[in-house]
């Protein structure tokens, strides 16, 4: 069964206190790995795809990164408009058209 | 373009009523989905479909119908809405199942 761990749960830095998000997961074979930010109230807004091991993204603040068993989001010089939920969920070979969302990282950046 | 659009945003039930949550893209996106977010569980897929006319089940498919008889559009119905069936409800769709999914705006469900 696919597992998608993120961690950690709840993040809370001052502004310009850089950091990562972690996203662990355990599958058969990797189609790709997907980034999105949420914020309260709204759906779930697409950030990054990463399709294989070594490969990095990057926007504004953000940079994603993937190894063979987990993704990274670093946050670099964070804002107050950075604070939301990060999630990450993973496409696996086997299992059709089908997405596994982690639960997330709720991030809160302080001024 | 609108994206993806859900009607309605806030909906309160009693045990045993049914609804409909509708969803609508005019991004001409063959796939389409629908997942349910509870606190601590995380998004979790309830039905999907290909294309117009297939469908199949996600993880959490029982007490949820779905049908697709346009590009469009991707209804999710409640047969008869349990207490369990409390959730904030997203449809998301994209042009691929590989490709990155546009999420809608949610559904606020609360069944009494």
């Known amino acids: 069964e696919d597992q998608v761990t993120q961690s950690p749960e709840a993040l809370r830095l001052q502004e310009g206190e850089s950091s990562s998000l972690n996203c662990s997961y355990t599958?058969?074979?990797?189609?790709?790995l997907f980034w999105y930010r949420q914020d309260p109230g709204k759906g779930p807004e697409f950030l990054f795809t990463?399709?294989?091991a070594g490969e990095e993204k990057e926007k504004e603040r953000l940079k994603a990164t993937l190894t063979k068993k987990e993704s990274f989001l670093h946050i670099t010089a964070p804002k107050p408009e950075d604070s939301a939920t990060y999630l990450c969920?993973?496409?696996?070979?086997?299992?059709?058209?089908?997405?596994?969302f982690g639960e997330g990282t709720q991030l809160t950046v302080n001024p | 373009n609108a994206g993806v659009t859900q009607t309605p945003k806030f909906q309160v039930l009693k045990t045993g009523q049914s609804m409909t949550l509708q969803c609508a893209q005019d991004m001409n996106h063959e796939y389409m989905s629908w997942y349910r977010q509870d606190p601590g569980m995380g998004l979790r897929l309830i039905h999907y479909?290909?294309?117009?006319?297939?469908?199949d089940q996600g993880e959490v498919p029982n007490g949820y119908n779905v049908s697709r008889s346009t590009t469009e559009d991707f209804p999710l119905r409640l047969l008869s809405a349990a207490p369990s069936q409390t959730s904030v409800y997203f449809c998301a769709s994209s042009y691929s199942s590989a490709a990155q999914q546009f999420f809608g705006p949610g559904t606020r469900l609360t069944v009494l």
């Open positions: 969920a993973v496409h696996e070979e086997t299992s059709g058209s089908r997405l596994t």
């Open positions: 990463l399709y294989s």
């Open positions: 479909s290909v294309g117009a006319g297939i469908t």
């Open positions: 599958v058969s074979g990797l189609r790709g």
